[in-house]
């Protein structure tokens, strides 16, 4: 399984903080980071993973695989610009999104476009009804820490791998 983490180049100190939690609990479920493979809450993603043996993609906007940050195995040019921000989220079973400015709110809106589950941590505040009105109801989640916007990714993106609930719905 691939969670796609999103976010800005130009991140804050909370963010590239939050990013690597995230990428530390993306790997430590065992499962691949994808992302837009440069800097700020990408390379901080991509730094967290790897220091928990984790496996991480970066799939990049230019044609130079050198671009990518230091912490990414396997570096994908595309040649595509921010177009390859379509890519990223497709690549995804989820997507959290940390932070972030315009190209974010563009991976945000083609992840739910697609039908992906998408897990704002820091992001984007979006209108319930209008999410709801174009098809994305149930499927945009605020969380307020690495480890609970993993748990959602994983939760949203792999009904299967939901805890039983007892018929009450406790427990």
Not at 3 to 31: H, K, Q, Y
Not at 71 to 95: C, E, H
Request: aromatic share 4%.
């Amino acid at each position: 399984m691939m969670i796609a983490v999103c976010g800005a180049n130009e991140a804050t100190e909370e963010e590239r903080a939050l990013a690597e939690a995230v990428g530390r609990a993306i790997a430590s479920v065992g499962c691949a980071l994808v992302c837009g493979g440069r800097g700020g809450v990408m390379a901080a993603a991509c730094k967290g993973a790897k220091a928990v043996g984790g496996a991480t993609i970066g799939i990049l906007p230019g044609d130079d695989r050198t671009d990518a940050n230091e912490w990414v195995d396997f570096a994908i040019p595309t040649g595509l610009g921010q177009a390859r921000n379509a890519l990223v989220v497709a690549s995804g079973d989820a997507v959290i999104a940390i932070g972030g400015g315009f190209g974010t709110l563009s991976e945000i809106g083609l992840a739910l476009k697609i039908g992906k589950p998408v897990i704002s941590l820091g992001s984007w505040e979006l209108d319930a009804r209008r999410v709801a009105r174009f098809g994305g109801e149930g499927r945009y989640h605020q969380a307020t820490s690495a480890d609970e916007a993993v748990a959602l990714a994983l939760t949203y993106a792999r009904p299967d791998l939901r805890p039983p609930q007892s018929p009450t719905g406790h427990g």
